[in-house]
Antibody, heavy 124, light 107 residues
Framework: QVQLQESGPGLVKPSQTLSLTCSVS??????????WSWIRQPPGKGLEWIGY???????YDNPSLKSRVTISVDSSKNQFSLRLTSLIAADTAVYYC????????????????WGQGTMVTVSS | DIQMTQSPSSLSASVGDRVTITCRAS??????LNWYQQKPGKAPKLLIF???NLQSGVPSRFSGSGSGTDFTLTVSSLQPEDLATYYC?????????FGQGTKLEIK
């Protein structure tokens, strides 16, 4: 079973850039019709989709984040990454990496595998 | 953007009860609707995809229905381990918005 694990700093200062990495194990990031995604959850609140990268490097992100997002894939390391610039306090959240799995034959288009999440606090 | 609205925001029910959670999309999303369960301190888990398809390993007491703009998640006989917050999510178009969540408590 494919597993995902987030890593990165727990505390970042306002106006700085957050960099997170998601390591994929028990499977290749390059195989299958998958889109490697980031989703976040502020404390006590709901889920917000941030964006995704395909295994070919095509990316899409949430327009609400106003182009502060860069998502990339490193197939040689079986990892994908998130960069979020110009951090503010409202970016404080648990950040999850997740696999978006598309299989139209069975009407599947969902986030079927999630990492455990990593808490990021934006504070000086 | 497509807005997803869940109701109720919270509910309390007894073991063995039948529980229904509703999700409404601001425009038609066909059956591009997924349901997730998030237990306290844990990552969300996919329960239902494509509005009514049960994810592998999910107990059959969970079921989904609906199409277009109105969807429901039903738990046929509530169990203590179903204590969680449930989210709907549309996969029809970017951005892939989630509902605000329904917190399910056990009486």
């Amino acid at each position: 079973q494919v597993q995902l694990q987030e890593s990165g700093p727990g505390l970042v200062k306002p106006s700085q850039t957050l960099s997170l990495t998601c390591s994929v194990s028990n499977g290749s990031i390059s195989s299958g019709d998958y889109y490697w995604s980031w989703i976040r959850q502020p404390p006590g609140k709901g889920l917000e989709w941030i964006g995704y990268v395909s295994n070919s490097g095509r990316t899409y992100d949430n327009p609400s984040l106003k182009s502060r997002v860069t998502i990339s894939v490193d197939s040689s390391k079986n990892q994908f990454s998130l960069r979020l610039t110009s951090l503010i306090a409202a970016d404080t959240a648990v950040y999850y990496c997740a696999r978006r799995h598309i299989e139209m034959a069975v009407a599947l288009d969902a986030f079927d595998i999630w990492g455990q999440g990593t808490m990021v606090t934006v504070s000086s | 953007d497509i807005q997803m609205t869940q109701s109720p925001s919270s509910l309390s029910a007894s073991v063995g009860d039948r529980v229904t959670i509703t999700c409404r999309a601001s425009q038609s999303i066909s059956t591009y609707l997924n349901w997730y369960q998030q237990k306290p301190g844990k990552a969300p888990k996919l329960l239902i995809f494509g509005a009514f398809n049960l994810q592998s390993g999910v107990p059959s007491r969970f079921s989904g229905s609906g199409s277009g703009t109105d969807f429901t998640l039903t738990v046929s006989s509530l169990q203590p381990e179903d204590l969680a917050t449930y989210y709907c999510q549309q996969s029809f178009t970017i951005p892939y918005n989630f509902g605000q969540g329904t917190k399910l408590e056990i009486k």
